[in-house]
């Protein structure tokens, strides 16, 4: 139960002791930029005016038309486009070389991009691959962006955020979930490692980390799944997701549940005995709420995605 007693201190004590970060003067970098959440995140960046933000995404078609709409409906704001796959070292050495070739020193950076597999273990439906892809996109590729983007978000002093787009489902478990919330429980469990690592090193008075837990978001990503009550905690919409973010990032805040009702439900579960939380998870959907969840074509991995 430690998720839920993390979770209520956490969510309790929201934001850091961070001067606001000022957007005019952000260069923000979103990975899954191409669409759902990503694309609303660089449109609502854009509409606040940040100095630039970089559209990163493996699908190049859909970073092309996210440059172009943004750039036409900001011209101020500088509007740049990278197509890479971000599991891939070398992919992520050009994104460094890139970015210098621009001049763009990247402060803001947003890792939002991630996948699902949606399968059980060992259900033999020939996908198991995409289990190991969760995690190399989800918890392995924020790890490296990080890494490979430090010097330009932590070398010089100027005020910076890191942003990881985690899930719920890296607080709580549900069967036909195993890859995605080993990745996000993962993704968790680096933030706040990270976390810990700036304040020790003395950088947390320049440097931020924001940790956005959102619950189900409408984007097409989890099509049938069927959750209790829906009228109840109706799924998010993708544009909301990317306000609070955005709105988030501004604040300096360190922790963000979304919604709100969801994040105050965890420090409850945790006063309850396991059994208990258990059997609220499971009728909530935890045990099958994905058993109607079919991957379409059209949400199948890009074969640069895939695990090889």
């Given at each position: 139960?430690?998720?839920?007693?993390?979770?209520?201190?956490?969510?309790?004590?929201r934001?850091?002791?961070?001067?606001?970060?000022?957007?005019?003067?952000?260069?923000?970098?979103?990975?899954?930029?191409?669409?759902?959440?990503?694309?609303?995140?660089?449109?609502?960046?854009?509409?606040?005016?940040?100095?630039?933000?970089?559209?990163?995404?493996?699908?190049?078609?859909?970073?092309?038309?996210?440059?172009?709409?943004?750039?036409?409906?900001?011209?101020?704001?500088?509007?740049?486009?990278?197509?890479?796959?971000?599991?891939?070292a070398?992919?992520?050495?050009?994104?460094?070389?890139?970015?210098?070739?621009?001049?763009?020193?990247?402060?803001?950076?947003?890792?939002?991009?991630?996948?699902?597999?949606?399968?059980?273990?060992?259900?033999?439906?020939?996908?198991?691959?995409?289990?190991?892809?969760?995690?190399?996109?989800?918890?392995?590729?924020?790890?490296?962006?990080?890494?490979?983007?430090?010097?330009?978000?932590?070398?010089?002093?100027?005020?910076?955020?890191?942003?990881?787009?985690?899930?719920?489902?890296?607080?709580?478990?549900?069967?036909?979930?195993?890859?995605?919330?080993?990745?996000?429980?993962?993704?968790?469990?680096?933030?706040?490692?990270?976390?810990?690592?700036?304040?020790?090193?003395?950088?947390?008075?320049?440097?931020?980390?924001?940790?956005?837990c959102?619950?189900?978001?409408?984007?097409?990503?989890?099509?049938?799944?069927?959750l209790?009550?829906?009228?109840?905690?109706?799924?998010?919409?993708?544009?909301?997701?990317?306000?609070?973010?955005v709105?988030?990032?501004?604040?300096?805040?360190?922790v963000?549940?979304?919604?709100?009702?969801?994040?105050?439900?965890?420090?409850?579960?945790?006063?309850?005995?396991?059994?208990?939380?258990?059997?609220?998870?499971?009728?909530?959907?935890?045990?099958?709420?994905?058993?109607?969840?079919?991957?379409?074509?059209?949400?199948?991995?890009?074969?640069?995605?895939?695990?090889?």
């Amino acid at each position: 139960m430690w998720w839920t007693w993390w979770c209520a201190v956490r969510w309790l004590g929201r934001t850091h002791a961070l001067p606001r970060l000022a957007l005019g003067e952000a260069r923000v970098l979103v990975t899954g930029g191409g669409g759902g959440v990503g694309g609303h995140l660089v449109a609502e960046f854009a509409a606040r005016g940040v100095a630039a933000v970089v559209v990163v995404d493996v699908d190049g078609e859909r970073v092309a038309r996210v440059v172009e709409a943004v750039g036409a409906r900001h011209p101020a704001v500088r509007v740049e486009g990278v197509v890479m796959d971000v599991t891939s070292a070398e992919a992520r050495r050009g994104l460094v070389a890139e970015l210098a070739e621009k001049g763009l020193a990247i402060n803001v950076l947003v890792n939002n991009a991630g996948v699902v597999a949606g399968r059980r273990v060992g259900s033999g439906d020939g996908r198991a691959e995409a289990m190991v892809t969760s995690l190399r996109v989800n918890v392995e590729a924020p790890m490296a962006l990080v890494e490979a983007l430090w010097p330009q978000l932590a070398g010089s002093g100027e005020q910076a955020q890191i942003v990881n787009v985690a899930s719920t489902m890296g607080l709580v478990p549900a069967a036909g979930l195993a890859d995605y919330c080993c990745s996000k429980y993962g993704l968790v469990g680096f933030h706040e490692s990270l976390a810990l690592e700036v304040r020790a090193d003395g950088r947390d008075g320049y440097l931020g980390l924001t940790l956005v837990c959102p619950y189900k978001i409408n984007t097409g990503m989890f099509d049938g799944v069927q959750l209790r009550m829906p009228w109840l905690l109706p799924a998010l919409e993708a544009d909301d997701v990317a306000r609070s973010i955005v709105e988030s990032v501004e604040a300096r805040e360190e922790v963000v549940v979304l919604p709100w009702a969801v994040g105050a439900m965890f420090p409850v579960l945790g006063l309850l005995p396991r059994r208990v939380w258990v059997a609220v998870v499971e009728w909530f959907g935890g045990r099958h709420g994905m058993d109607n969840f079919a991957p379409r074509p059209d949400r199948e991995l890009p074969a640069a995605l895939r695990a090889s």
